[in-house]
């Protein structure tokens, strides 16, 4: 059984910053250290789209579009995982959402960003950023 409470979402201006969490309760017969985990967002009116991957070996994958504002890190003695995200912009405001699921592949192989939700199978509830100018 797998369940993820994504939290810290809400408001901030252009170049302020949010942290996101995720509780995650993993109880499997694999340890919730083999899991990859990653963060989604579905902006207003678009698609969902991939954010940032971490691998339990601890490699990361970052869209294009926040690379060097957001990262991703994970502390398994508190399970939970986070998404900081410094330097905001307007384009960032979404509902954003926690992933799990076995590592299978690593990120080096992924595909395309379009690609990355088919590599989790539990997914959080959402939690609002709204980014204002």
């Known amino acids: 059984q797998v369940s993820l409470v994504a939290s810290g979402g809400g408001s901030a201006d252009t170049g302020g910053s949010l942290r996101l969490s995720c509780t995650f309760s993993?109880?499997?017969?694999?340890?919730?250290?083999?899991?990859?985990m990653g963060w989604f967002r579905k902006p207003p009116g678009k698609e969902r789209e991939g954010v940032a991957m971490?691998?339990?070996?601890?490699?990361?994958l970052y869209a294009d579009s926040v690379k060097g504002r957001f990262t991703i890190s994970r502390d398994n003695a508190k399970s939970t995982l986070y998404l900081q995200m410094d330097s905001l912009r307007p384009e960032d405001t979404a509902d954003y959402y926690c992933?799990?699921?076995?590592?299978?592949?690593?990120?080096?192989?992924?595909?395309?960003?379009?690609?990355?939700?088919?590599?989790?199978?539990?997914w959080g509830q959402g939690t609002e950023v709204t980014v204002s100018s």
């Open positions: 993993i109880n499997t017969h694999t340890p919730a250290s083999d899991y990859c």
């Open positions: 971490l691998d339990p070996d601890g490699t990361t």
């Open positions: 992933a799990a699921d076995i590592s299978t592949d690593p990120l080096r192989t992924w595909g395309p960003r379009d690609t990355w939700w088919a590599h989790f199978g539990h």
